[in-house]
């Protein structure tokens, strides 16, 4: 029904940069909120940040002042631009979006199959 795809991941030194995009697709009506959330082996997932589509934003305590999320309502993306890197980011990033499907009130939470982030030196 909505597909999330993921980019911008990859291996970067400590105190480097890296942006996230995630861009949905597919039977959307509405998007509420788009956000990124992590998982690295043995953790939890956790919320890294999200936006709503007024332009709401929570960021996840250890990421603030780190980390920007934005967001393009008109093209139905969502970035992530993450400074000042540290070892302990490496995860999976995903994209999540909670989604009124179209044609339809129902709503759903969509994820995207993930992007790998790596730091280190």
């Known amino acids: 029904q909505v597909q999330l795809v993921e980019s911008g991941g990859g291996l970067v030194q400590p105190g480097g940069s890296l942006r996230l995009s995630c861009a949905a697709s597919?039977?959307?009506?509405?998007?509420?909120?788009m956000g990124w959330y992590r998982q690295s082996p043995g953790n939890q997932r956790e919320l890294v940040a999200i936006?709503?589509?007024?332009?709401?934003?929570n960021y996840a305590d250890s990421m603030k002042g780190r980390f920007t999320i934005s967001r393009d309502n008109a093209k139905n993306t969502v970035h992530l631009q993450m400074n000042s890197l540290k070892p302990e980011d490496t995860a999976v990033y995903l994209c999540?979006?909670?989604?009124?499907?179209?044609?339809?009130?129902?709503?759903?939470?969509?994820w995207g199959q993930g992007t790998q982030v790596t730091v280190s030196s």
């Open positions: 597919g039977s959307i009506g509405d998007i509420y909120t």
């Open positions: 936006i709503s589509s007024t332009g709401s934003i």
């Open positions: 999540n979006a909670h989604v009124r499907v179209a044609g339809t009130f129902a709503t759903f939470d969509f």
